[in-house]
């Protein structure tokens, strides 16, 4: 999670690079007060989501989209029935779902009525997006599990170890209790990243005419010593 670069020398310059340092991100329960903060680090790092961008047509109908889901996934989803952590900087946020909680329900459903103006409309696409989100609520594992919604940087602090530390410190008890997690990850190029940290992939699904593909990933129980 923590890594100084040591430093380094052009050997045809030989000018010095200057040490890179990385601070450890400090993992911390996300609380009303970040919310608003939240949104906009989750809307920018989903931009570039190909789920968003099929379901969202348009850059200014998406964000704006984008706005109002996170707003009510964090707000009335998973700071009232869920975990959510984000770092000391706010530089992201996972939101979790533990073993034993309700899935979403009708409820849930009327909260995200005004979601429902910057979705594809009410052309030919909209049965289609209704079929998606039903296939991947299918397709979530009936044994209890830990279950990662949503996991976001904000694009200027990726690859500096946000995601890394909001998910291991999820993992480390996860571990502890000895049971599985798992996730649909939208986007290919982040297979591997979770890979690392011990996810599968065990199936896809499709989408037609040219739509997102989305991973489902399954991380196995560790037993707690490991």
Same mark, same amino acid.
């Given at each position: ?26 993992v ?9 903060t939240l ?7 989903f ?8 379901l969202f047509?348009?850059?200014?109908r998406r964000?704006r989209?984008l706005r109002?889901?996170?707003?009510i996934q964090?707000r ?11 770092t000391?900087?706010?530089a992201?946020?996972a ?5 034993g909680?309700?899935r979403p329900?009708?409820? +849930?459903l009327?909260r995200? /009525?005004?979601v429902?103006? !910057? =979705?594809t409309?009410? $052309?030919r %696409? ?10 991947? +609520?299918?397709?979530?594992? /009936?044994?209890?599990h830990? !279950? =990662?919604?949503?996991l $976001?940087? %904000? ?9 890394s530390?909001?998910l291991g410190s999820v993992l480390?008890g996860?571990?502890?209790e000895g049971?599985p ?6 986007k290919?190029s ?7 940290h ?19 990933m ?5 037993p707690?010593?490991?």
């Open positions: 999670m923590t890594r100084i670069e040591g430093e380094d020398h052009n050997r045809d310059t030989d000018v010095s690079v200057p040490r890179v340092r990385r601070e450890p991100h400090v911390r329960r996300v609380v009303p007060g970040d919310v608003e949104v906009e680090v989750l809307a920018r790092a931009d570039d989501d190909p789920v968003p961008q099929w047509r348009g850059d200014r964000r989209g109002r889901f996170f707003a964090l009335h989803t998973y700071l009232e029935r869920g975990e959510v952590y984000t000391g900087e706010l992201g946020a939101m979790w779902s533990p073993p909680r309700a329900g009708w409820r +849930d009327v995200l /009525v005004p429902m103006p !910057y =979705l409309g009410l $052309g %696409d909209t049965p289609e997006a209704a079929r998606l989100l039903s296939a991947v +609520d299918a397709a979530r594992p /009936v044994e209890p830990w !279950y =990662l919604a949503t $976001g940087t %904000d694009p200027e602090r990726q690859r500096t170890g946000v995601g530390a909001l480390d996860v571990d502890a049971l997690a798992y996730l649909e990850s939208s290919e982040n297979l591997a990243f979770y890979g690392r011990g996810f599968e992939v065990t199936g896809e699904i499709r989408t037609p005419r040219g739509g997102p593909t989305l991973w489902l399954w991380r196995r129980a560790r707690p010593a490991a």
